[in-house]
């Protein structure tokens, strides 16, 4: 009677645990459906660095220019400027654009600011013309606005033969945005099925794969939610979407599968729900909150990376991994509760699979014996293996993203490839210098030694052009151009030409504009080239009272690069100091974390030289249909070496656990390893094919920042899975013998009898 009692305490501990996520989840919806306004951010910006300090000077005095700037591109395709047509057509326009409320317009300067200054907003086709517009909305503001805006445009002007496309940074990452979404959307579309299809392979069970999927999906919206609500705070990059989802489905996925199938194996074994469910938190369990625990903290070292773009994915990847923790020890334990033996309801039978299985057991079987007899041949094969194909990584390069990585039918990489073709490549995205007098202004400095600078920067391989105030003011006073700076003159100058000026001067002529425009993309070679000879020149300079910072977003790439460099070795010390202490305490061991940590790292390199052949050489790019732009987003590899160590300790959390089990029980090591890797592979091997499954899918959709880090992650979990877990490992700890469970001032422990 007092067993079914505590029987029925527990299904109502159940019942509330099951409510309780389903209240929280529906709350969480409420978020997840504004999550895509939350993260609008690309990063990427380092504070008190030359691009900030740019972007923070541009921001204030400046007439010509707002907190946001959009430049408004409109293309005639059936007339040319200097046709009446012409005008009437797309003066229109641009007013229609430049009077719209949303937009909070506060200066507009190019082709219909006047005569004077209207030649250089013209394209080279003379069927396009530019519009600078200054607003005053808030970066975090302008992203939704113009992405709004935009589909305005697209639909007014459908058939007219007109287009007009907004060319901006907040344009370009609300694209960002919507791509990630869609992407997501596709991704989910193409992981769903197959997921379902290998759980019901593994569980055999229509009830165990409800109890994963549904425990999958309220940990993902659990995760989503608590990521907005968190965004409302802090800057989240728009990547974190796709990573929590990615992340969420691959270990929550995961965490439920080891839980549910101990479960349906100690119901096979004769035991009681209540016993196997008993059994299954305390072994399964424990490892879950092991493996979770070590995701997290491990993750938790990124935040020495003072980047917003790599901060907030680690956020994200910490969150959703917590709660996938937290849901498989609570919710799924809960639904398994319940359903108690009708966890095996809805039974799929396989013709043939019970010798397959057997086969496939005996070839395992084998396999284990193979490696445990020869390890030092198992363990330079399969070193040797990933050692080569860690090779190519030594030549890894990594940049920030340019426009290229937006699809190019999107309406603002259309705009970028316009501006681009009828004006240059380097006005989408220049080299920007910003110049500012120590003491007064521009008009007691020389004038000589400013022209000089801007000359230097004009005979510089790759640049197209320079642009800065010189160029209306030496038009107005070519002896001494500065001298136009007066106010008497300034006073009697024609409107535009002050517009004009509003754009690279600010309003007391104590900052000054220099673009500088290259003829190749932001993130190409020839673009960082000369961006370093701009920087070389001006530590040359000798310009007297002057102070000078470099921003655009080259430099902005350059210097994340640099944060992340200069973090890296810290980020891997506390990486590796962490998952060092979380297995020494989970198996009190010194042999097991050092182990971990020398595959982990073999495995990584493997991954990286695998990423820089397909994405940088263009090895098999084109079957997959990935993007080669010639280097790896920069948060990928960073993302990604503390989601494989962490991912990989998974498996070997799982492995070597169960490998401990069977030496309690045998007393015998060589015979614990076998027996482990035999009782351990077809779960390790299903739950790696699951994750890649999901990776792979976000690896053929989405942005291709989203593809790299899905491709790196199935690679890096399907080398892991195979040659680390097992091969390398098994061969490892058979070479380190009885010492592998050596701990300072403690005996190996005593084998006992298992529950198992």
């Known amino acids: 009677m007092e067993t079914s009692k505590q029987s029925v305490h527990r299904n109502w501990g159940a019942v509330v645990t099951l409510a309780v996520a389903f209240v929280l989840s529906g709350l969480s919806m409420l978020g997840v459906m504004q999550i895509e306004q939350t993260l609008k951010e690309g990063g990427w910006t380092v504070a008190g660095s030359g691009p900030a300090i740019v972007t923070e000077g541009l921001s204030e005095g400046f007439e010509g220019r707002g907190r946001t700037n959009v430049t408004l591109a409109v293309t005639d395709t059936r007339h040319e400027v200097g046709d009446p047509e012409f005008n009437e057509r797309v003066q229109p326009v641009i007013e229609r654009v430049t009077a719209d409320a949303a937009l ?61 496309r907004l060319v901006s940074p907040d344009a370009f990452w609300g694209q960002i945005n919507a791509d990630s979404l869609s992407g997501l959307v596709m991704a989910e579309l193409i992981a769903l099925p197959l997921i379902i299809l290998v759980l019901l392979i593994l569980y055999r069970s229509v009830a165990a794969v409800g109890v994963s999927m549904l425990s999958t999906g309220i940990a993902i919206v659990l995760s989503l939610g608590t990521v907005n609500l968190i965004g409302q705070f802090v800057e989240l990059s728009s990547f974190t979407l796709n990573a929590v989802t990615m992340l969420g489905l691959g270990v929550c996925v995961d965490y439920t599968l080891f839980v549910v199938r101990r479960y349906q194996r100690e119901l096979a074994a004769g035991r009681s729900p209540d016993e196997a469910l008993a059994v299954t938190r305390r072994t399964s369990g424990h490892t879950v909150i092991a493996s979770g625990l070590t995701i997290a903290a491990a993750m938790a070292a990124l935040f020495l990376v003072d980047l917003a773009i790599i901060r907030s994915l680690a956020l994200g990847v910490i969150v959703v991994v917590l709660f996938s923790l937290l849901v498989s020890v609570t919710v799924a334990p809960a639904m398994l509760q319940l359903l108690g033996r009708n966890v095996n309801w809805g039974r799929v039978r396989i013709p043939g699979r019970k010798a397959r299985v057997e086969a496939s057991e005996s070839a395992i079987s084998g396999s284990a014996r193979l490696v445990v007899n020869r390890p030092i041949a198992s363990l330079i094969f399969g070193a040797l293996g990933l050692g080569l194909l860690a090779i190519p990584a030594v030549q890894l390069t990594t940049f920030t993203p340019d426009a290229r990585i937006v699809n190019t039918e999107a309406p603002s990489r259309q705009g970028y490839d316009v501006v681009a073709e009828q004006f240059s490549i380097g006005s989408t995205a220049p080299i920007q210098v910003l110049l500012s007098t120590d003491d007064g202004d521009f008009t007691d400095l020389d004038f000589e030694e400013v022209t000089s600078l801007i000359e230097e920067f004009e005979r510089i391989e790759h640049v197209d052009r320079v642009r800065s105030p010189l160029n209306v003011l030496t038009e107005v006073s070519p002896q001494d151009p500065f001298a136009a700076l007066g106010t008497p003159v300034m ?67 350059v210097v994340s690069n640099a944060e992340i460099a200069n973090a890296l070795p810290w980020v891997v010390a506390l990486m590796l100091v962490v998952i060092f202490v979380l297995l020494l305490v989970t198996f009190r061991s010194i042999v097991i974390p050092l182990v971990a940590i020398g595959v982990n790292l073999l495995s990584v390199g493997a991954t990286y030289g695998l990423m820089v052949l397909v994405f940088q050489h263009g090895f098999l790019a084109d079957l997959l249909g990935f993007q080669v732009l010639g280097y790896v ?38 015979t614990a390893i076998a027996k482990g890797l035999t009782a351990t592979a077809p779960l390790i091997t299903g739950a790696a094919l699951l994750m890649v499954v999901v990776f792979g899918a976000f690896a053929f959709t989405g942005v291709v920042p989203i593809q790299q880090l899905g491709f790196g992650l199935a690679v890096g979990i399907a080398l892991d899975a195979t040659i680390v877990r097992m091969i390398v490992v098994p061969a490892a700890l058979r070479l380190t013998g009885r010492a592998t469970w050596w701990f300072p001032g403690t005996k190996p422990p005593t084998p006992q009898p298992s529950e198992a």
Not at 126 to 150: C, H, K, M, W, Y
Not at 532 to 549: C, K, M, P
Request: no cysteine; hydrophobic share 40%.
């Open 104 to 164: 909070e317009v506060t200066s507009t300067v190019g082709w219909l600011s006047g005569p004077a200054i209207a030649a250089n907003y013209i394209g080279e086709d003379s069927r396009t013309v530019l519009t600078i517009i200054g607003s005053d909305l808030l970066v975090t503001e302008a992203t939704t606005v113009l992405g709004d805006l935009q589909t305005q445009l697209d639909t007014e002007l459908e058939g007219s033969g007109l287009e007009a």
């Open 491 to 557: 006073d009697a100058l024609p409107e535009e030409v002050t517009q004009q000026l509003g754009v690279f001067l600010s309003s007391d002529r104590t900052k000054m504009l220099v673009e500088v425009e290259v003829d190749d993309w932001a993130a190409s070679d020839a673009t960082r080239s000369t961006l370093e000879q701009v920087n070389d020149t001006l530590e040359r300079a000798d310009v007297s009272g002057i102070t000078w910072a470099v921003g655009g977003e080259t430099a902005q790439g």
């Open 633 to 670: 987003q920069n948060f990928v590899p960073v993302l990604l070496l503390a989601l494989l160590f962490s991912l990989a300790t998974d498996y070997q959390v799982f492995l070597i656990s169960r490998v401990r089990e069977e030496y309690l029980r045998t007393g015998d090591n060589t």
